[in-house]
């Protein structure tokens, strides 16, 4: 996390044991055993235990902030006591110091005894990282470029966006071996690394056949160790390998890849690089959720990490915020309505009267002017599946036409199960 001399923890692997207590010295920031113990124990140890008690006193003293309350409150009564410890977690992790601090801060000596004696058993086991210092300069430009890229992607910019953004990666590639100055040429290791996460992006928009330990993924590790802050360069590379791995089948390695996504995401203030992992996790449980539907606590679970992601956008610019919001809103609305990650309908998924109403409210929310090429895809199925629950099949029918055109057109991977649901939406009406 950041720490008051404008510098950044960047996290480097050691064999040394963790002694207990851990001598913090002047140290402000938790190194990541630290976090991932507190995380552990407060999913594991206090489950079952209601959170409210614990966050409110943590927001009086100001050790969490009122947004963190606000934001568990909201949920309280939909989501399980899991999901509000771990934005806890997250949260104290970042505006906190080191366990021992954290200590002196809970509700009672008996809650004191049970993180004292957790602390000592989990790191019998535990390995803890060294942890050492990168300065971190300005990141709002390479944010801005990040998102400009990804916004150019998403509107069919690019006839072959793939292949395109490979030929401009290459460019940059030359021009860095042409940079004698250090500074410009990290500056440029940055921006081809935003490229290939685009690029990446692009390719798993047209197919799941992806190696996800090739191709642009290889370029990326190549090079991440130059950028101006590998570790952020890292939440790119792991959310995107989960997210192809969640595609090819492979749950247990996504999953420890968006685990490490998540150790260097935590290990920053919220950027817009932390905000795409808490999406890709999103795009992961949306997954999840569609091999097991009936699964209600990973429903809940997803919205919860949706919630949490939107929140992350407070501090952003209106430009941003509307991007992402669009994103974690549309898959908020595929959860509630049984819609995959592709556009798959969940067979005998059963929808509640509450999640078709706030299905119809959260689409009601934003009216969507220029919403790009592949957004006009996505929402339009959200809408057609709406309309198709709302018993007004033929505008149902009439959308989804619409929306074949335009995954035609984009040649998306989303393509033969737009195909699929046009066709049993045509049988549905022609019944009536």
């Avoid at 939909?78 to 110091?97: D, G, H, M």
């Avoid at 921006?191 to 390719?203: F, H, S, T, V, W």
Wanted: hydrophobic fraction near 35%; charged fraction near 30%; charge should be neutral.
């Amino acid at each position: 996390m950041a720490t008051e001399d404008g510098q950044i923890e960047i996290i480097a692997g050691t064999d040394d044991r963790t002694l207990v207590p851990i001598p913090c010295g002047d140290r402000k920031y938790m190194n990541v055993l630290e976090r991932d113990f507190l995380n552990c124990f407060f999913t594991s140890v206090l489950l079952y235990v209601n959170p409210l008690t614990l966050l409110r006193r943590l927001c009086e003293k100001d050790h969490v902030s009122k947004e963190c309350l606000e934001l568990v409150e909201a949920k309280q009564e939909k989501s399980p006591f899991q999901f509000s410890y771990e934005i806890l977690a997250n949260e104290v992790a970042k505006r906190n110091w080191v366990i021992l601090r954290i200590e002196a801060q809970m509700v009672s000596r008996h809650f004191t005894n049970d993180l004292i004696g957790f602390y000592k058993e989990y790191t019998r086991t535990k390995r803890v990282q060294e942890v050492v210092r990168a300065t971190v300069g300005d990141r709002r430009a390479i944010q801005q470029y990040f998102k400009f890229i990804k916004k150019q992607v998403h509107e069919f910019t690019f006839k072959n966006p793939q292949a395109d953004l490979s030929v401009i990666g290459a460019r940059i590639r030359q021009r860095i071996e042409l940079e004698k100055n250090d500074g410009r040429r990290q500056n440029m290791y940055d921006r081809y690394i935003a490229l290939k996460a685009a690029e990446i992006d692009a390719l798993t928009n047209r197919t799941d056949d992806i190696d996800p330990y090739g191709g642009a993924f290889s370029d990326i590790e190549e090079v991440l160790d130059r950028s101006s802050n590998p570790g952020i360069s890292r939440v790119l590379l792991y959310g995107r390998k989960a997210d192809v791995l969640s595609s090819l089948g492979r749950q247990e390695e996504g999953r420890c890849m968006l685990k490490e996504g998540f150790t260097y995401a935590n290990a920053t203030d919220t950027c817009i690089e932390s905000v795409d992992m808490v999406y890709k996790s999103v795009v992961f449980r949306l997954s999840e959720l569609e091999k097991d539907p009936s699964n209600l606590l990973l429903k809940e679970q997803l919205l919860a990490e949706a919630s949490r992601g939107l929140h992350e956008l407070n501090e952003e610019n209106e430009d941003v915020k509307t991007f992402w919001k669009r994103l974690f809103v549309l898959r908020m609305i595929y959860c509630h309505l049984g819609i995959g990650k592709r556009c798959r309908i969940f067979p005998n998924f059963e929808i509640s009267k509450q999640s078709l109403m706030e299905a119809e409210r959260l689409l009601s929310l934003d009216s969507l002017e220029d919403l790009e090429h592949r957004r006009q895809m996505m929402y339009g199925v959200a809408r057609a599946r709406l309309r198709e629950l709302q018993g007004d099949l033929s505008s149902a029918v009439e959308t989804l036409s619409r929306v074949l055109e335009i995954a035609k057109e984009g040649k998306y991977t989303e393509m033969p199960m737009i195909s699929d649901y046009l066709s049993c939406l045509y049988q549905k009406h022609q019944q009536i």
